[in-house]
């Protein structure tokens, strides 16, 4: 790999992170490689590999108000469940408030995961769909509107991300702060309120999209508002982006189960994508 990419997948009879021997691990868990794009603890990624040919590459982001005390554990299902449908899955961890994260750092580090896989062999990346529940669907639509912050650092993507589709996400940043989601989140990622930075770190203020974006939001969602998809859907359509929003029936958490109803509709989207 380029880039002094570090590859922490088990070989043989070494010892993986958490000690056991790969003799010790299920098949699944085999199929795992481990990818460090930084040098801090959270700058890795779990790729997993479907046992045939591949659909394309998603890029899933956990949420949790982007704060440490989650992590990408809750991605791991999904991650399971779309190699098993002949996806490649990007399973992302990343700097998050409370371990380093915030602005920008939280930015930079979901853009460098998914730039990092311009260097893993044998990996197509001609699709790339990011897929984030809550704070990951926040990151996952801002990923896929690189191309349109103009002047920064994230600008010029390596690998663009050609689809976004966003898990009861968080997509207004003022209108979250407005109404208190997660109890002052967002004023706790960006260390303030409102102000110019937010012009290149609020999914809404990067409407229209120049690639697909998909909502999926329970219907009685009480961490995260329907409002937040269906109304990021409402401008994204009336400004000519492709934008479309599907509501299942449950809270804020039956989008990231795959046993779920509104996952198996959600694995329907991006078929379509």
């Not at 958490?18 to 490689?33: F, L, N, P, S």
């Not at 109404?179 to 260390?191: C, E, I, K, P």
Request: glycine share 12%; proline share 5%.
């Amino acid at each position: 790999m380029g880039l002094g990419l570090l590859a922490a997948c088990s070989r043989g009879g070494d010892r993986t992170d958490d000690g056991r021997t790969d003799a010790d691990r299920t098949d699944e868990e085999k199929r795992v490689e481990t990818i460090r794009y930084g040098d801090d603890p959270s700058q890795l990624l779990e790729l997993t590999r479907p046992a045939g040919a591949s659909k394309g590459v998603v890029v899933v982001i956990h949420g949790g108000f982007w704060l440490s005390q989650y992590d990408l554990s809750l991605g791991r299902p999904l991650a399971a469940s779309l190699a098993e449908e002949g996806w490649t899955a990007c399973n992302v961890e990343y700097r998050r408030v409370g371990n380093g994260g915030g602005w920008p750092q939280t930015f930079d580090d979901v853009a460098a995961a998914i730039d990092a896989l311009a260097d893993v062999d044998d990996l197509d990346t001609t699709t790339v769909v990011t897929l984030g529940h809550s704070a990951g669907g926040h990151l996952a639509v801002w990923a896929a509107g690189r191309p349109q912050l103009t002047g920064s650092a994230w600008a010029d993507p390596r690998v663009p991300v050609t689809a976004a589709i966003s898990q009861a996400g968080v997509l207004d940043l003022a209108s979250a702060i407005a109404d208190d989601l997660g109890g002052g989140a967002v004023q706790r990622l960006m260390g303030g309120t409102v102000d110019e930075r937010y012009a290149q770190a609020d999914p809404t203020a990067l409407i229209p999209l120049r690639v697909p974006v998909r909502c999926v939001h329970g219907r009685i969602d009480g961490t995260v508002p329907p409002s937040q998809s269906a109304d990021y859907v409402e401008r994204a359509t009336a400004a000519g982006a492709d934008a479309q929003l599907t509501v299942v029936e449950g809270d804020h958490f039956v989008v990231i189960d795959p046993a779920s109803t509104a996952w198996s509709r959600t694995l329907e989207i991006l078929d379509a994508l």
